[in-house]
């Protein structure tokens, strides 16, 4: 079956652009997550979501980072005004309800230049 | 805080040579350990999920165990395919569903 999917696979942009990057979850799992990862790092949450509402966004690093999830489905992370920190890869993962496993999709390699 | 540390960061090895790997783990109360595995450019793809010490678990040439303070994942005649880094997480039962991970360890395994 399909796994969790994410667009754009890449992207680059200027600093002080705005970006999103989709995350679509695999067929019915109600929980979404959205995790960073830098360069030879493990992965650092950002933020969760239990259908539409963000159950935990304790991980945003700061408030030019939104994450939103208005159907419970496909989910969109916002950033504003990117600064040369920001990038990274940034991973989406979805499991059944809530504390399963989670699955992971390829993950978006943003560049902020 | 929960923590999570892997050791080593890089790992070489020839083809056939078993290894193991260290998973050592602070949490305030355990929900589950999970390994994956991430090749370069790709996503983590789950490998095992272990939820009390004692617990292991098998796949291929792959074996996970847990104790109260650590997971180590055991690699029987490893293959050039097995190559990857092994990412360690952690999930607290009173920490929301977020999984802490480790830095990871970089495995290589030579003809």
């Known amino acids: 079956g399909a796994g969790v999917s994410q667009t754009p696979s890449n992207k680059v942009t200027e600093k002080g652009k705005y970006v999103e990057l989709r995350c679509d979850p695999i067929?019915?799992?109600?929980?979404l997550y959205w995790y960073r990862q830098s360069l030879g790092q493990g992965p650092e949450f950002l933020i969760y979501?239990?259908?539409?509402?963000?159950?935990?966004d304790s991980g945003l690093p700061n408030d030019r980072f939104f994450a939103v999830r208005p159907e419970g489905s496909v989910s969109t992370l916002k950033i504003q005004r990117t600064e040369r920190g920001d990038s990274a890869v940034y991973l989406c993962a979805s499991s059944l309800t809530g504390w399963e496993t989670q699955y992971f999709g390829p993950g978006t390699r943003l560049l902020v230049l | 805080e929960d923590q999570v540390t892997q050791s080593p960061e890089a790992l070489r090895l020839q083809e056939g040579e078993s290894s193991s790997l260290n998973c050592s783990y602070t949490?305030?109360?355990?929900?589950?350990l999970f390994w994956y595995r991430q090749d370069p450019g790709k996503g983590p793809e789950f490998l095992f999920t272990?939820?009390?010490a004692g617990e292991e678990k098998e796949k291929e040439r792959l074996k996970a165990t847990l104790t109260k303070k650590e997971s180590f994942l055991h690699i029987t005649a490893p293959k050039p395919e097995d190559s990857a880094t092994y990412l360690c997480a952690v999930q607290a039962r009173n920490a929301g569903n977020m999984l802490t991970f480790g830095g990871g360890t970089r495995l290589m395994v030579k003809p």
């Open positions: 272990l939820y009390s």
């Open positions: 067929s019915g799992h109600t929980a």
């Open positions: 949490v305030s109360g355990l929900r589950g």
């Open positions: 979501f239990q259908g539409t509402g963000a159950a935990d």
